[in-house]
């Protein structure tokens, strides 16, 4: 088998916008370009960061990853096969090797479901499991997976007798009693607790380590992912800008966007009270519904040129080795020097 | 040093049909002139309780049940709603409620929100309200024209800067942000931080900054108390806390040690096993002591008070005083 087990080739999803009067009458459609071009490839055993600002388009591509809608264009290649469009019956079989979790303990959980009613259904729907005794034992086993031990002090229980992270080691429980491949892993905009995130990430390593799990886990917090994962790749307004090994693509930072979302991280040390922090973008982000003309990061960009303005999205090219960027200028900016911090 | 709040032996509980949840359970602390005090512990340790709880306005079934709440020399606790609605609440201290930015009414332009909240605080005539607003819309950063627009048409950073802004509308001396920056992107929160850094010196307010991340905490407060359960585990200045000696409590040092650094490349993140205690039944002894990987005996069953152990820095722990 390749050592590639995903690989996207310029993916997008275009969702038809709401159109005013003017545009109606006129028939002028408009797109709200939620995932714009994406192309990426993940290896077999890695843990993969998608990260970016609220919006851009990281969900989404979770969605198109897991075959819960169809993309407007482009391929999703899983394992050497082409899965962009699939039958009934072959997308039943990958949907139970690609597997996703929502990073969020408080997220609802059927109040009446005890834990062992929550594992045993995917297996009665996936028609797993001869008997109920059967699905019961699988069912055990996967809460050891995830730590909950000993299993009998939990099968019994219901989501309100489990603390937090306790639930979320339920929820994984719940994705890994059907030996998936793949997890897409979704982490919200975090309430979480640091300390039940930092339980959270440190199961779900073991989990992906002993059974040899590949992860999409997509995230706002760079903190986390440079822990967490092994190559990390920033979204923007539906399109890749920088993708890396983690440590190079914060050490070694050559798009003016990741240096930007570097420098606005808090740090827990101390002596930064009394100044603030310089934060080297401008504006807000636009609307997916109206991306900007050539470099689509250009109007918040305090490097833009008149060239970067115009036509095309600069391609995301390697530039060194396993690291990509899609900027025109991100030579000259690297040789201004670290300026900007 | 002046203190602009002073709060001595505070206990909130909420009543409900189980018992009383002992949320805010005999806590003290003061705040100096001018400077940032933050507020840091896990979901459910009580954070917005003492935040609502230093306005005399706890949320139903929650009742201050003992302490004092001193402002300007007078225990607000014993003043009733009148009074309090005319001269301490907006006019000395003032709160951004957590998730305020996503409760504005969304029928109401941001000038109409705004001019009835500055109304129901203090009578103005119309045009003296209205040019209040245009000044504090300006001061957090915003142009006049995002008055004439609905929430819905504004971004996230912006509705946290209206929401600041009515905070700030009658001057109060200090400003609770409870959870300000916590559902932002991280470019958003960096510029709210900002924000809050620019008011405090230019208008020597004072704030109480509330969250659950200790990262957070270290870009704008001057000193930092940590909550556990109900109770105060620790108090230290910024350097204290974050500096190279490192908190003295074992919960901060647990809940720091989980929290991950940009700069650092670690192996391994810290976590603290289990849970917070239920505050309906609170366990005896310190209330951290079933996840304290240094407890010991006399943890159990004694409560450890909150002693200053050097100076500025007030712990709770057996294992961090003295002689003991
Ligand atoms: N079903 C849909 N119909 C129309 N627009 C959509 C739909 N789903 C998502 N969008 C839009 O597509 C863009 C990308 O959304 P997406 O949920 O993928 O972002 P995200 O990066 O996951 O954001 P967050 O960090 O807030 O979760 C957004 O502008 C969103 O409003
Ligand atoms: N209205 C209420 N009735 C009963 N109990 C309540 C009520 N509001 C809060 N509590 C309880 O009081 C305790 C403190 O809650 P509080 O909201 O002050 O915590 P917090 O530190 O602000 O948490 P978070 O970080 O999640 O905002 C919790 O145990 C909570 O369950
Ligand atoms: S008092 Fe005891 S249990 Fe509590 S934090 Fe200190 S050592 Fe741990
Ligand atoms: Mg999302
Ligand atoms: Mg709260």
Redesign the pocket.
Same mark, same amino acid.
């Given at each position: 088998m390749s050592d590639v087990i995903f690989e996207l080739k310029n993916v997008k999803k275009w969702f038809p916008a709401r159109r005013n009067l003017g545009q109606l009458l006129s028939g002028e459609r408009k797109w709200i370009k939620a995932v714009d071009g994406v192309s990426l490839k993940i290896k077999r055993g890695e843990i993969f960061g998608l990260i970016g600002e609220s919006g851009c388009g990281k969900t989404t591509t979770g969605k198109l990853i897991m075959k819960l809608m169809e993309p407007s264009d482009g391929q999703i290649i899983f394992n050497g096969e082409d899965v962009t469009h699939l039958d009934k019956e072959r997308l039943g079989q990958y949907k139970r090797n690609v597997q996703m979790i929502f990073q969020d303990p408080y997220a609802s959980m059927n109040p009446r479901f005890r834990a062992v009613d929550v594992l045993t259904e995917p297996l009665e729907i996936h028609g797993i499991g001869k008997s109920k005794a059967e699905r019961e034992e699988l069912a055990a086993k996967a809460l050891e997976a995830v730590k909950l031990t000993p299993p009998e002090d939990f099968l019994g229980r219901y989501a309100h007798m489990l603390s937090g992270g306790q639930r979320q080691r339920l929820a994984t429980a719940r994705t890994l009693i059907l030996s998936p491949d793949f997890i897409v892993a979704d982490e919200p905009v975090s309430?979480i &607790?640091l300390s039940t995130r930092a339980e959270i990430l440190h199961m779900m390593k073991e989990v992906q380590q002993s059974m040899g799990l590949t992860y999409l886990y997509i995230t706002h917090d760079l903190s986390t992912a440079r822990y967490f994962t092994d190559r990390i790749a920033v979204m923007y307004l539906g399109k890749i800008v920088e993708m890396g090994y983690a440590d190079d693509l914060i050490d070694k930072a050559k798009h003016p966007y990741t240096k930007a979302l570097i420098s606005a991280v808090c740090e827990p040390v101390s002596g930064k009270v009394n100044q603030s922090k310089e934060v080297p973008i401008k504006g807000e982000i636009p609307s997916a519904a109206n991306i900007p003309e050539g470099c689509r990061f250009h109007p918040r960009c305090l490097y833009a040129k008149p060239e970067c303005m115009q036509g095309e999205d600069p391609e995301l090219q390697e530039v060194e080795n396993g690291h990509y960027v899609a900027c025109i200028r991100y030579k000259e900016i690297e040789e201004m020097g670290t300026s900007w911090r | 040093m002046e203190r602009v709040l002073d709060v001595r032996n505070l206990k909130v509980y909420?009543f409900?049909s189980k018992g009383p949840?002992r949320?805010?359970d005999d806590i003290s602390f003061y705040i100096n002139k001018g400077e940032t005090l933050g507020v840091v512990? +896990?979901?459910?340790?009580?954070?917005?309780?003492?935040?609502?709880a230093l306005l005399n306005m706890p949320?139903?079934?929650?009742k201050v049940v003992g302490g004092e709440i001193i402002i300007d020399g007078t225990n607000i606790l014993e003043l009733n709603e009148n009074q309090l609605r005319k001269n301490v609440r907006w006019e000395k201290i003032s709160m951004v409620f957590?998730g305020a930015m996503n409760s504005l009414t969304p029928a109401y332009t941001i000038e109409k929100q705004m001019l009835e909240t500055l109304r129901y605080h203090r009578e103005l005539d119309e045009q003296e309200a209205r040019e209040r607003i245009k000044k504090y819309v300006n001061l957090v950063g915003l142009s006049d024209d995002v008055l004439k627009r609905y929430p819905h048409e504004l971004s996230g950073g912006m509705k946290q800067r209206i929401v600041i802004a009515m905070a700030l509308f009658l001057e109060p001396e200090l400003v609770i942000c409870? +959870?300000p920056t916590t559902a932002l992107d991280v470019v958003v929160q960096a510029q709210i931080i900002n924000l809050l850094k620019e008011l405090k010196q230019k208008l020597n307010l004072s704030f109480i900054f509330?969250t659950?991340d200790l990262a957070t905490e270290a870009e704008v407060a001057d000193r930092i108390m940590v909550?556990y359960a109900?109770k105060i585990a620790e108090i230290g200045t910024n350097d204290q806390i974050y500096g190279e000696q490192g908190p003295m409590h074992p919960y901060t040092s647990n809940l720091l040690a989980a929290t991950p650094r940009l700069h650092k490349k670690v192996e391994k993140l810290n976590f603290i096993p289990g849970s917070?205690p &239920?505050?309906l039944n609170p366990p005896a002894g310190c209330r951290f002591h079933l996840r304290c990987p240094v407890v010991m005996e006399k943890c159990r069953t004694e409560e450890p008070p909150l002693k200053e152990v050097e100076k500025d820095h007030y712990v709770a722990c057996w294992r961090c005083y003295e002689n003991e």
């Open positions: 309430m &607790d | 909420y409900t949840v949320a805010v512990g +896990e979901s459910g340790c009580g954070k917005t309780t003492l935040g609502t949320t139903p079934p929650g957590q409870d +959870e509330v659950h909550m109900g917070p &239920d505050l």
